[in-house]
């Protein structure tokens, strides 16, 4: 992926797959890429791990948007939406985020670790290096630390780098007594300080919607995050628009979902520095419409491409198959797709060690067993990487593991 633009489209043929490749590492970072050949007769290797066969190595694919620390299921939820229930009566009857909070509630933080080390685990097996974990669930100070606390936990569990958000600002919780306004402000006096104090998350998000918080609620909260030091994300325009402005307004890093999108919140991504992610595994949860991802990159925009994994509306996880089916229905190339989720995923992150296959990143990369990388994404998501390294290290190995 080296050499390729972070912004706008990019045809397939800007590819150009190197063959006999050696990668040459050291202290967990890529020191070199050239031929095996001449690597092997040029360098001193304490270590050397030879593939036989034909072989595609990409980037460690990066996960820029989850929700995987959570307990329960919304398995019910689904079942009522295929028959026709909207998200309002589904809430009545119980469901939606209320359910997910009631349960991560009951459960204490060690199962929670455990579900987020487990969950972040088949990430890793299909590729993922590096995920994004939102909290959420708790949406009061002492919960979403107990929440955040366990995303921290598992990091230090798995392999995987997990980047922790802080989305107390997920929805107004119904056993607040107060407004928005006051909740938010408890929120941002109480809990952001703590954040700081214990290194638990350098992220605040918001969901800017009907459901959720208003643009005028959320402006002062940001602002107060904004001047904390922390870096911004946004739950915008997934059902109507207004939270894509809120993004480029405060300066967030991304602007994610983006389904409800029109041409003139488009054309005002693309001239920002935000990174517009979409989220295809929530049009699948929810049988709705993807994210305007081809006309974000015909527009000159920066689009990432994020698996949204979580138990309500997107509860498959499944990043490689998500992105060839939105490939597929956004008319998306390979190179897109794929830069979508390794160099334009860490962009989304703000994380600028990553991505790409090239001397001085972290040694993250995974391998599929092919000769052609355009297999990867024609499978749609059924050919998973048959290895997978993290910081130089072989942390997955399909054969292996039978």
């Known amino acids: 992926m080296t050499g390729l633009p972070l912004r706008g489209p990019i045809p397939d043929e800007a590819l150009s797959p190197l063959k006999d490749v050696g990668i040459l590492v050291a202290a967990g970072k890529i020191v070199a890429i050239d031929t095996y050949t001449k690597l092997l007769s040029e360098s001193r290797h304490t270590e050397i791990q030879e593939l036989k ?38 809430a009545k009857a119980g469901g939606g985020i209320w359910d997910t909070v009631t349960r991560t509630r009951e459960s204490s933080q060690e199962t929670l670790v455990k579900q987020t080390k487990k969950l972040a685990g088949r990430h890793l097996k299909n590729g993922v290096t590096t995920i994004e974990v939102k909290s959420g669930y708790g949406l009061s100070v002492p919960e979403e630390l107990k929440m955040l606390r366990a995303i921290k936990q598992a990091n230090d569990l798995t392999p995987s780098d997990l980047i922790t958000t802080c989305l107390a600002a997920h929805m107004l919780p119904r056993d607040y007594d107060g407004n928005a306004t006051a909740y938010l402000t408890e929120i941002s006096d109480l809990l ?7 290194g638990l998350a350098h992220r605040i998000d918001a969901f800017i919607e009907k459901s959720a918080f208003s643009k005028n609620q959320i402006a002062p909260y940001f602002k107060k995050a904004r001047e904390m030091g922390f870096d911004l994300t946004v739950h915008a325009d997934q059902f109507t628009t207004g939270g894509s402005n809120i993004a480029i ?11 409800a999108s029109t041409q003139k919140e488009i054309a005002l ?3 920002s520095n935000v990174v517009a992610t979409a989220l295809p595994g929530a049009s699948l949860g929810l049988g709705c419409n993807f994210a305007p991802a081809r006309s974000i990159l015909d527009a000159g925009g920066v689009l990432a491409i994020a698996s949204d994994h979580n138990p309500g509306s997107a509860p498959m996880g499944d990043l490689l198959t998500q992105a060839a089916i939105l490939g597929a229905f956004e008319k998306l190339t390979n190179a897109e797709v794929l830069a979508g989720i390794t160099f334009r995923a860490a962009a989304a992150l703000k994380l600028h060690d990553r991505g790409r296959l090239k001397e001085g990143l972290l040694a993250d990369f995974c391998g599929f067993h092919s000769d052609d990388y355009r297999e990867i994404l024609y499978n749609q998501g059924n050919f998973k990487p048959c290895m997978v390294w993290k910081n130089g290290e072989l942390v997955f190995d399909k054969h292996k593991a039978k």
């Open 269 to 271: 991504l693309a001239k």
């Open 53 to 90: 066969g034909d072989h595609v190595c990409l980037p460690g694919i990066i996960d820029a948007h989850t929700h995987i620390c959570f307990a329960g299921s919304r398995a019910k939820d689904y079942t009522l939406r295929n028959a026709g229930k909207t998200y309002l009566e589904i």
């Open 192 to 198: 952001f300080p703590k954040l700081k104090e214990e």
């Open 249 to 259: 307004q405060f300066g967030a890093v991304s602007a994610d979902h983006l389904e």
